[in-house]
């Protein structure tokens, strides 16, 4: 019973999303946005989703149609992949790692947010915690990235998650994980670039210090289901002019990002390797 309705909300969220033909639609295009843990749900995205999807079909072929979804919980990837046979997905790096292989995903553009090409993921500790290396670290250490445990951890630590000192604990409510860790109730929290300067703007921000850091790494992947056709390669145009769109200026800044640009191949497949042959070592 529950799975039906499951399945039966995620037609009907495709369905709110759906930018509208202006003929009858001769070919279409369904895509993912996958952020796990972030803000919101399906249904509050699916307006902002939609415009997305309006503008990526102003730049298709007449009578093709356009369908996203915003996914920021696990549990729902798999269902909304197996029912709709999205085309393409915006995902973040962590992700993409750990899924890349079974969904066929390859990388066509990276996501630029706050202007951005590169990012770093931290761990924050209290100020006042003696440690001075993330190995003295124990307890419970949470965040979005927690999600995604067994990348973030070779792409921070360059270890296997089940090889760290602490647990690495999922959360949506990082402000709160954030002011537990000032009160000795968490170890340690993970962040993004994000993330990290949303947490800067608290009054706790004096409280809290980076005890690790990721080198550089790419920003979120715009990634498509095997290679590209015609029609993705469009889509993919139109991502990458968005920055130099006025028609896009608004859009852009509600998705939260400066647009999209290109990848680096060598630093993608780099990452790939440290994920799947962890060299363990150590910082």
């Known amino acids: 019973m529950m799975r039906h309705l499951r399945a039966l909300l995620f037609c009907l969220a495709w369905l709110a999303v759906a930018a509208?033909?202006?003929?009858?639609?001769?070919?279409?295009?369904?895509?993912?946005?996958?952020?796990?843990?972030?803000?919101?749900?399906?249904?509050?995205?699916?307006?902002?989703?939609?415009?997305?999807?309006?503008?990526?079909?102003?730049?298709?072929?007449?009578?093709?149609?356009?369908?996203?979804?915003?996914?920021?919980?696990?549990?729902?990837?798999?269902?909304?992949?197996?029912?709709?046979?999205?085309?393409?997905?915006?995902?973040?790096?962590?992700?993409?790692?750990?899924?890349?292989?079974?969904?066929?995903?390859?990388?066509?553009?990276?996501?630029?947010?706050?202007?951005?090409?590169?990012?770093?993921?931290?761990?924050?500790?209290?100020?006042?915690?003696?440690?001075?290396?993330?190995?003295?670290?124990?307890?419970?250490?949470?965040?979005?990235?927690?999600?995604?445990?067994?990348?973030?951890?070779?792409?921070?630590?360059?270890?296997?998650?089940?090889?760290?000192?602490?647990?690495?604990?999922?959360?949506?409510?990082?402000?709160?994980?954030?002011?537990?860790v000032v009160r000795g109730e968490l170890s340690g929290v993970l962040v993004t670039d994000e993330q990290y300067a949303s947490l800067m703007l608290l009054p706790e921000r004096k409280q809290l210090r980076a005890l690790s850091t990721s080198p550089l790494l790419p920003t979120p992947l715009v990634v498509t289901f095997g290679p590209p056709d015609a029609p993705l390669d469009a889509v993919m145009q139109a991502l990458a002019g968005m920055k130099n769109d006025p028609a896009a200026r608004n859009l852009l800044t509600d998705l939260r990002t400066d647009g999209f640009g290109p990848v680096d191949p060598a630093s993608i497949k780099r990452l790939q390797a440290l994920f799947e042959n962890p060299a363990g070592r150590t910082r």
């Open 20 to 180: 509208p033909a202006r003929a009858a639609a001769a070919d279409s295009v369904h895509f993912l946005l996958i952020q796990p843990g972030s803000p919101g749900t399906t249904e509050e995205a699916a307006p902002l989703i939609g415009r997305l999807a309006e503008y990526l079909a102003s730049h298709l072929p007449e009578g093709t149609a356009v369908a996203g979804l915003y996914l920021n919980s696990l549990d729902g990837v798999q269902a909304a992949i197996k029912q709709s046979h999205p085309r393409f997905a915006i995902v973040t790096l962590p992700y993409y790692l750990e899924h890349r292989a079974a969904y066929d995903w390859r990388p066509q553009l990276a996501t630029r947010p706050g202007g951005y090409t590169e990012e770093r993921y931290r761990l924050l500790v209290a100020d006042g915690n003696p440690a001075s290396t993330w190995r003295a670290i124990n307890g419970d250490v949470a965040g979005t990235l927690c999600f995604t445990p067994e990348p973030v951890a070779r792409l921070i630590f360059d270890l296997s998650a089940d090889s760290l000192p602490f647990r690495c604990r999922p959360t949506d409510r990082l402000l709160r994980a954030a002011r537990q």
